[in-house]
């Protein structure tokens, strides 16, 4: 743990919490953004809200949280996404994989 745990403030683990807007629910969006997170190597969930957004919660580096964010703003997501919205807190009691909730 201490092998990696040492470094630079870019390597230490964060929070993004996301909020999708747009045409994002039953089109595979959650899937596509599971995979994503892991290709990418982060931790968290994502779920669909009752007022038709997707949220995605991601725990690993600021660098890693931010390739996902640059995913889920580009031309390749399923659906039509209309707006995307994070905020960056400290990572919290952390998770095991990145489920879909």
């Given at each position: 743990?201490?092998?990696?745990?040492?470094?630079?403030?870019?390597?230490?683990?964060?929070?993004?919490?996301?909020w999708?807007?747009?045409?994002?629910?039953?089109?595979?969006?959650?899937?596509?953004?599971?995979?994503?997170?892991?290709?990418?190597?982060?931790?968290?969930?994502?779920?669909?809200?009752?007022?038709?957004?997707?949220?995605?919660?991601?725990?690993?580096?600021?660098?890693?949280?931010?390739?996902?964010?640059?995913?889920?703003?580009?031309?390749g997501?399923?659906?039509?996404?209309?707006?995307?919205t994070?905020?960056?807190?400290?990572?919290?009691?952390?998770?095991?994989?990145?489920?879909?909730r």
């Open positions: 743990m201490v092998g990696h745990m040492q470094g630079h403030d870019s390597h230490r683990s964060v929070r993004a919490t996301v999708v807007r747009g045409r994002v629910q039953q089109v595979g969006f959650r899937w596509w953004t599971r995979a994503r997170a892991l290709e990418i190597g982060l931790t968290g969930y994502t779920s669909n809200l009752g007022d038709g957004r997707v949220q995605v919660v991601a725990e690993g580096s600021r660098a890693d949280c931010e390739r996902l964010l640059a995913a889920l703003r580009g031309p997501t399923p659906g039509q996404v209309s707006g995307v994070e905020i960056w807190t400290a990572v919290g009691e952390g998770y095991e994989g990145f489920a879909i």
